[in-house]
């Protein structure tokens, strides 16, 4: 009797793994080599990027030379940034997303501006005062804005509430870091909260190298106004909270990655309010982590948004002359003249912010009380609505935020 034993082996065939970033190539390479800061505007560039206004690039390559600082700010840029790249991502200066240091004490109360956040980063709340006759502190702004009021701190300091960071640690969706509220003094008038960290997403299909320690990418908080480590003076502004970093590749490696909350606490040897910093690599060849939370994985989706993100924007005051357009940059001074006392209408355009909404518009002005007015609720489509509000602007200069606020 012939007995034949078949044995048969398992095999495997080695295969490199990969990732694809989802970039199409649409926008072609972003080479940034000319040294200095560069300030990232989409429609600066020849033709203008992101035609579709969803912060998503399609890049085939990224370059960031040496000695080259690329800022992203809410100044310019709405909701989070998506930087997707097909080739590789080589970083040699600066990506910075952080938030502004809050403004400091200041003589009036029209000189009180909000401190800005990265792009995807919340405001700083303005200061004020507890006395009868100013006008009251601001909360920072964003879902973890930091509360008006204080906490007793370290070696019994007095600390001005600072922003959160509300994110997940898979950063889907990505969010940036809140800002801090404004600090209150009696009798006269606190700093402001520093502005929240922004929120960045980098994915390349082969790798994201940073070229060495001075190579970085930044999401920290701005320090409140007039701080000193982190809570020392009543009416110290609190600190913008850390923002977000994903990076996304089959490889990454090196510079130095920071998303740290705007202020040192009272021993010097921490941070408040700390973002998230999450690399998913197969191979993750180790970075200076100098703030935030690091969170490591494999390569996931990088999960970009589909529509633009929410914004909202004053788009003109109407007057018993005439209609007066607003540029919506609330950071150059002043949009318009308006020779009335008479109350006029503050027109007030939202994309993608929910239908009903009730937005607030907040007055700052040189001589007269801070005005906070609701706005008539939302009305239109979810990718276009519109709201007014009536308000008499006082004599002298005034400063006008809208602001709209709501439960997903």
Known sequence: MLVSILCFANVGVSQAQTFNSGSNGSDGALNLTTPGTIIFDPKSFTPPLNPAGDN????????????????????????????????????????DLS?????????????RIPAAGGAGGYLGGVGGSSSAGFPSAEPGNGPGGGPVGTYTGPFGRTCTNGGTFTGSQFLIPLVGGSGGSGGSL?????????????????????????????ASILANGGAGGAPFQGCQNNGDGGPGSGGAIRLIAPYVNGGTLSAYGGNLNATGTGYLGNGVIRVEAYTFGGANIAGGVLIQSTPFSP??????????????????????????????????????????????????????????????????????????????????????????????????????????
Do not use: M
């Not at 960031?64 to 080589?90: E, H, Q, R």
């Not at 008038?189 to 922004?198: K, T």
């Not at 937005?359 to 239109?380: M, R, W």
């Open 56 to 95: 998503v690039y399609n890049f085939t390559t990224i370059n960031i030379a040496a000695g080259v600082t690329v800022k992203l700010t809410s100044k310019v840029l709405t909701g989070p940034v998506y930087w997707l790249a097909t080739g590789d991502v080589t970083i040699g200066g600066i990506v």
């Open 99 to 111: 938030g502004e240091t809050g403004h400091g004490f200041v003589g009036t109360a029209g000189e």
């Open 186 to 214: 009696a009798g006269s008038l606190g700093a402001g909260g520093g502005g929240g960290g922004g929120a960045i997403l980098i994915a390349s299909s082969t790798q994201i190298r940073l070229l060495s320690g001075a």
């Open 303 to 408: 999960a970009v948004p589909v529509t633009p993100p929410s914004s909202i924007k004053v788009t003109s005051i109407v007057t018993s002359t005439g209609t007066i357009p607003i540029n919506a940059n609330p950071f150059s001074f002043p949009d318009a003249t308006i020779n009335t006392s008479a109350p006029v209408t503050v027109n007030v355009q939202a994309q993608y912010v929910p239908l009903g909404t009730v937005p607030k518009v907040l007055v700052i002005s040189e001589t007269g009380p801070d005005q906070t007015v609701n706005c008539s609720p939302l009305a239109g489509t979810l990718q276009q609505s519109t709201c007014s509000a009536s308000i008499t602007f006082p004599t002298g200069g005034s400063r006008g935020f809208v602001k709209a606020t709501w439960t997903q």
